[in-house]
């Protein structure tokens, strides 16, 4: 089946620590996308990629990073800049060109120790 | 400032009525529009869309409508069916623009 794939669903982080949120598709999609939930507000815009190699800044992008080596796969790493991490992450994907709706993964939630 | 608002945070309805959800904007670019329904600890489900030069779209139970004068949208879904509680959220985007969600609505049926 074609979709969206988020791991872990769960994951913890220290203080001072880096952690990486894996995000993979097999949907063909050229654009990939990092957002943030918090309790009460919309998602948030990372990070986006319209295309391998190449990457943008969201609303919120202090504190995160990414890469976009393959088109498969947009890794986030919320560094120890990130002051408040904890918070819903959800990845998507669409097709490139107008009016293309995003498809989301199931989300990593992230807590802090 | 938000750009995309949803006033009601959560929403009560009977199964088998009507369950209207509002959405305004305050970017008049924003041309194309989207309503996602999202379950808890899953991401949300891409439901139905709308672009500016219509004012109705309808897939099944689920019919979204825009005003566009009013920078106003709606989804509405009849009958509505246990299995539709959730949190629903509308995204609104401009040419060549990112997606600006909303808040979100919890909807609740009611058997």
């Known amino acids: 089946d074609g979709g969206i794939t988020q791991s872990p669903k769960y994951l913890f982080r220290k203080e001072g620590q880096n952690v990486t949120l894996s995000c993979e598709q097999n949907?063909?999609?050229?654009?990939m996308y990092w957002y943030r939930q918090d309790p009460g507000q919309g998602l948030r815009l990372i990070y986006y990629?319209?295309?391998?190699?190449?990457?943008q800044k969201g609303d919120i992008a202090e504190g995160y990073s990414v890469s976009r080596e393959k088109k498969e796969s947009f890794p986030l790493t919320v560094t120890s800049a990130q002051k408040n991490p904890t918070a819903f992450y959800l990845c998507?994907?669409?097709?490139?060109?107008?009016?293309?709706?995003?498809?989301f993964g199931d989300g990593t939630r992230l807590s802090i120790l | 400032d938000q750009q995309v608002k949803q006033n009601s945070p959560s929403l009560s309805v009977q199964e088998g009525r009507i369950s209207i959800l509002n959405c305004d904007y305050t970017n008049s670019m924003f041309d194309y529009f989207l309503w996602y329904k999202k379950y808890p600890a899953e991401g949300p489900t891409f439901l139905i869309s709308i672009s500016s030069i219509k004012d109705k779209n309808e897939d099944g139970r689920f019919t979204v409508f825009l005003n566009k004068s009013a920078k106003h949208l709606s989804l509405h879904i009849v009958p509505s069916q246990p299995g539709d509680s959730a949190v629903y959220f509308c995204?609104?985007?401009?040419?060549?623009?990112?997606?600006?969600f909303g808040p979100g609505t919890r909807l609740s049926v009611l058997p």
């Open positions: 998507a994907s669409s097709g490139t060109g107008d009016n293309q709706p995003q498809h």
């Open positions: 995204a609104a985007a401009g040419y060549g623009q990112n997606f600006v």
């Open positions: 949907l063909n999609h050229d654009a």
């Open positions: 990629s319209q295309i391998v190699n190449d990457f």
